[in-house]
């Protein structure tokens, strides 16, 4: 069955270092990937997509990257602030290439960056 | 431009009641979303709806159901509730199918 794995449940990192944040996949063949952030509470905020012919996507600090061979995108945040604090979701449409079903969510990696 | 919203905020059960949560989704968006989200887990998918009609639910028990009106908003019953359906409850829309999703702010279900 098709499974979405986030690499840790929770990352601390250092003001100003680069967060790095894993999603791996199996059994998909995704026509897209993306990314939201969750605030305690709250629902998730879209922050980046990703399509399978794309190998990078840049938004102001963050930037994605999808590599279908290996079956991981990776989430960067560069001179992370103590306001990035906040959990991080990967998505991946249930359906694979034009056939999209729901998205299917990682359970989300907690990151914390001390001031 | 609205975002999506959802009403009641907070909404407390006991134990063999029911429950329905209500979701207003961004205008033009066509398609509904219900997640449950549980302390400390994921966002577990439960229904899908667009065009007013269920397009895919989620592994659980025919007692979640739910409806999409006309208007697009959409309503998520819960019969026969059980302590572990205290969660919270998130809609999201998007404008067709599973594209970029816009998640409401929840609401808290609590039984006790």
């Known amino acids: 069955s098709q499974k979405i794995e986030q690499n840790s449940e929770a990352l601390n990192i250092q003001e100003g270092k680069t967060a790095t944040l894993t999603c791996n996949y199996t059994?998909?063949?995704?026509?897209?990937l993306q990314w939201y952030r969750q605030d305690p509470g709250r629902g998730p905020v879209f922050l980046l997509l990703?399509?399978?012919?794309?190998k990078e996507k840049r938004k102001e600090r963050l930037k994605v990257t999808f590599d279908t061979t290996l079956k991981q995108s990776l989430f960067h945040i560069t001179a992370s602030q103590p306001a990035d604090s906040a959990t991080y979701l990967c998505?991946?449409?249930?359906?694979?290439?034009?056939?999209?079903?729901?998205?299917?969510f990682g359970k989300g990696t907690k990151l914390s960056v001390k001031p | 431009e609205a975002g999506v919203t959802q009403s009641p905020t907070h909404l407390i059960k006991t134990r063999g009641q029911q429950a329905t949560l209500r979701c207003s989704p961004i205008?033009?968006?066509?398609?509904v979303y219900w997640y449950q989200q549980a302390l400390g887990l994921g966002l577990q998918f439960l229904l899908w709806?667009?065009?007013?009609?269920?397009?895919n639910r989620g592994n659980f028990p025919p007692r979640f159901s739910g409806r999409q009106f006309p208007n697009y908003s959409s309503e998520l019953n819960v019969n026969a509730l059980e302590l572990e359906d205290s969660a919270l409850y998130l809609c999201?829309?998007?404008?067709?199918?599973?594209?970029?999703?816009?998640f409401g702010p929840g609401t808290r279900l609590t039984v006790l």
């Open positions: 205008s033009g968006h066509t398609s």
């Open positions: 059994n998909y063949s995704p026509a897209y």
């Open positions: 990703i399509r399978e012919n794309e």
């Open positions: 999201a829309s998007s404008l067709a199918g599973p594209d970029t999703q816009y």
């Open positions: 998505a991946l449409p249930r359906g694979s290439g034009g056939s999209q079903g729901n998205l299917i």
């Open positions: 709806y667009d065009e007013g009609e269920e397009r």
